[in-house]
């Protein structure tokens, strides 16, 4: 359950590394081959290696901001619950979504519990798929950003957090589908 004021589990080694400033990088580029990466699935309790998508099938990466099973981003709560609602819309375009989150396994179990979700929901804790992919960081977590990837794996979409443009819309994301995304 969603609370504002249990801070239980925020400061860890996650929170103190991802503490200072980075600002959002420029990596990996439009039109580029993206990061591998393998991580658990906790919705579903396997093991996710983005390369299996490869030449089957376009990917949503929604990486976002999650500080503990207990505290959500402001600004990506509703974007996930919103994800979550729409995931079949997603699926039914031929597009896998994966959530990646920084919180641990635990932490993960508890928050797909909690939402409900559908989706999948891959754990990060060491923040290193953030790191790869420039999202940047601020007060104890990666920043949140969405990607998506051709059925070759290349990027042909991504969208970086900004105080004026927090996360992009399930409509935004879906028309960008239908307009450039081929079966």
Same mark, same amino acid.
């Given at each position: ?9 925020? &400061?860890?080694? $996650? &929170?103190?590394?991802? /503490?200072?400033? #980075?600002? +959002? =990088? ?18 579903? =309790?396997?093991?996710?290696? @983005?390369?299996? !998508?490869? *030449? ?6 929604? %990486?976002?901001?999650? &500080? ?11 974007? #996930? ?5 729409? !995931?079949?819309? &997603? ?12 919180? *641990?396994? $635990?932490?993960?179990? #508890? ?5 409900? %979700?559908?989706?999948? @929901? %891959? ?6 798929? /953030? ?11 990666? %920043?949140?950003?969405? /990607?998506? @990837? ?5 990027? #042909? !979409? ?9 996360? +992009? ?6 028309? !960008? ?7």
């Amino acid at each position: 359950m969603l609370t504002s004021t249990d801070f239980s589990g925020l &400061f860890n080694e $996650r &929170f103190f590394n991802n /503490f200072l400033p #980075i600002p +959002a =990088g420029n990596s990996p580029q439009l039109g580029q081959l993206t990061p591998q990466f393998q991580l658990p699935d906790i919705t579903n =309790g396997t093991l996710v290696k @983005l390369s299996d !998508y490869r *030449d089957k099938q376009p990917v949503l990466l929604a %990486l976002t901001r999650i &500080f503990t099973e207990k505290q959500y981003c402001p600004f990506c709560f509703p974007h #996930i619950k919103a994800l979550n609602e729409n !995931y079949e819309e &997603f699926k039914n375009r031929g597009v896998e979504v994966l959530m990646i989150t920084s919180t *641990d396994e $635990r932490q993960s179990q #508890i928050v797909v519990k909690d939402l409900s %979700l559908k989706m999948p @929901l %891959l754990s990060d804790p060491s923040c290193n798929v /953030f790191r790869n992919y420039g999202v940047g960081q601020a007060l104890g977590a990666p %920043l949140p950003g969405q /990607f998506i @990837l051709d059925k070759q794996g290349k990027l #042909i !979409y991504k969208h970086l957090f900004s105080f004026l443009d927090h996360n +992009a819309g399930i409509e935004r994301l879906l028309s !960008y589908i239908d307009g450039n995304v081929n079966d």
